[in-house]
């Protein structure tokens, strides 16, 4: 089972919304609605920002939002801030004993 | 404060052992699902193992299965990785976390703990 499948870059200025793809399969993402999107600065801590497709942890800022479609899913970054450049991180369930999770291929997302 | 410490990362021979372990604290940890993520240098995230609350059941993917053993001490609060015949590609941090509870997804991150495996 493969990594899911992310753009390697994604950018925008101050006040843009992006939005990050995450393709699957119909064994993880297309099954399950178990996504999770994480953020991680450099030499920090992966930190949870959506889970469960469209699910934000108390204290994330409504400016991060998830969904899916069939086998993709994606993370919308809404009035996007300077703090928002950072790697993002996608991952699915897949209930399987030798994978029970896999990771998207991570973006970078820069603000220009 | 909920906190996940990891320690015991470091420099090991090719076909060497190694133990890395995480300590949490500010939750309960004996009915916490936990896990091990690791990141390579330069490349993206990775899950390596879980177990569950009660250290019952344990689950590897393939790249480690057979050299990489989890456990778990809920009286001491604590999760380990015993790691065998380490190879160049074990390189990585290595992240411990907990599954959130009635979800699939990681909600507690420790800040890693470097492994590198080289001659």
């Known amino acids: 089972q493969s990594a899911l499948t992310q753009p390697a870059s994604v950018s925008g200025s101050p006040g843009q919304s992006i939005s990050i793809s995450c393709t699957g399969t119909s064994s993880d993402v297309g099954r399950y609605n178990y996504v999770s999107w994480y953020q991680k600065h450099p030499g920090e801590a992966p930190k949870l920002i959506i889970y469960d497709v469209t699910n934000r942890p108390s204290g994330v800022s409504n400016r991060f939002s998830g969904s899916k479609s069939g086998n993709t899913a994606s993370l919308t970054i809404s009035g996007l801030q300077p703090e928002d450049e950072a790697d993002y991180y996608c991952s699915s369930f897949t209930g399987t004993t030798t994978l029970q999770y896999v990771f998207g291929t991570g973006t970078e997302v820069t603000v220009l | 404060e909920v906190q996940l410490l990891e320690s015991g990362g470091g420099l090991e021979q090719p076909g060497g052992s190694l133990r890395v372990s995480c300590a949490a604290s500010?939750?309960?940890?004996?009915?916490?699902?936990m896990h091990w993520v690791r990141q390579a240098p330069g490349k993206g995230l990775e899950w390596v193992s879980g177990v569950t609350y009660d250290g019952y059941d344990t689950y590897y993917a393939d790249s480690v299965k057979g050299r990489f053993t989890i456990s778990r001490d809920n009286s001491k609060n604590s999760l380990y990785l015993q790691m065998n015949s380490l190879r160049p590609e074990d390189t990585a941090t290595y992240y411990c976390a907990r599954r959130q509870p009635y979800s699939r997804t990681f909600d507690i991150w420790g800040q890693g703990t470097m492994v590198i495996v080289s001659s």
């Open positions: 500010g939750f309960t940890f004996s009915s916490s699902a």
